[in-house]
């Protein structure tokens, strides 16, 4: 008995979340909700970049070349000391028009950030996921000392200057506020995923004896002073990751009785 089709099967298409256009023409789409991609169709001889290992699809036209662009040997040099890829991949599209996309591999949103001549933000460290060839990429260290020692992730981030598009990918749900000048937000460090340059950055412990023993927030804080705009996230992956880590085989958090079986002989 052989199978013979009866037609052509067809499955929903993906929710669009946003479209638009980068600096150089190239047109994008954002698809899905949770578990995000950007898909971008470039002109011939466009250009984007992105970490190696980002891509997700790409048609048969689009030429990668993996350079170490970004900041020269100083950039090249920063990105082996922070534990980022030490090599960018770009992709061009050749003999007319191609797709490429990079997908998130995270929950969260895939954020288009579009940058201004010379217009600068700072985000939390492997947010990028791609962006047009016309925008910078560096490393960026705190220089504050409480920073350093206490930030965490907060330490070592990600600048990216325009003019262009940057596609970053924050963690969970996102919520923007705007500070005032010298107004403050107290943020567990985690949580902070981006902000303009104008904010100012730092770490202060916790107060109080009580908090410290059984407050369950850690010993330090991240402080943000305005003037300028911060963006939050709702789900840091280290918090996920630690937060599944109880429940695998093994771990002192985990009772393991789900994962004993007696099949008996």
């Known amino acids: 008995m052989t199978y013979e089709p009866t037609g052509r099967l067809d499955l929903p298409d993906p929710t669009v979340t946003s479209r638009g256009r980068g600096q150089t023409g190239m047109e994008y789409q954002i698809i899905g909700t949770t578990l995000q991609a950007v898909v971008l169709e470039l002109d011939p001889g466009e250009t984007v970049y992105s970490e190696s290992g980002g891509m997700a699809w790409m048609s048969g036209n689009i030429v990668m070349n993996t350079t170490g662009r970004g900041g020269g040997i100083g950039g090249f040099l920063k990105r082996a000391v922070s534990g ?74 990600q600048r990216f200057t325009g003019p262009g598009i940057v596609f970053v990918c924050l963690d969970g749900e996102v919520m923007e506020y705007t500070l005032e000048a010298n107004q403050l937000l107290k943020v567990d460090t985690g949580h902070v995923a981006m902000f303009e340059p104008s904010v100012s950055f730092d770490i202060e412990m916790m107060r109080g004896f009580k908090n410290i023993l059984f407050g369950g927030e850690g010993l330090f804080l991240a402080t943000l002073r305005g003037p300028g705009r911060v963006w939050l996230q709702t789900m840091p992956m280290m918090k996920l990751a630690q937060g599944i880590a109880q429940y695998m085989p093994g771990s002192s958090g985990s009772s393991g009785g789900g994962f004993n079986f007696n099949l008996g002989d």
Not at 104 to 124: M, N, R, T, W, Y
């Open 84 to 157: 980022e890829s030490l090599f960018l991949v770009e992709y061009t599209s050749q003999g007319g028009k191609g797709i490429v996309s990079f997908a998130s591999d995270f929950p969260g949103k895939i954020v288009p950030v579009h940058l201004a001549p010379g217009q600068e933000i700072i985000a939390q460290k492997q947010s990028l996921l791609c962006a047009e060839k016309t925008v910078q990429f560096n490393i960026h260290f705190n220089r504050k000392l409480g920073a350093g020692f206490f930030g965490g992730e907060g330490f070592i981030m």
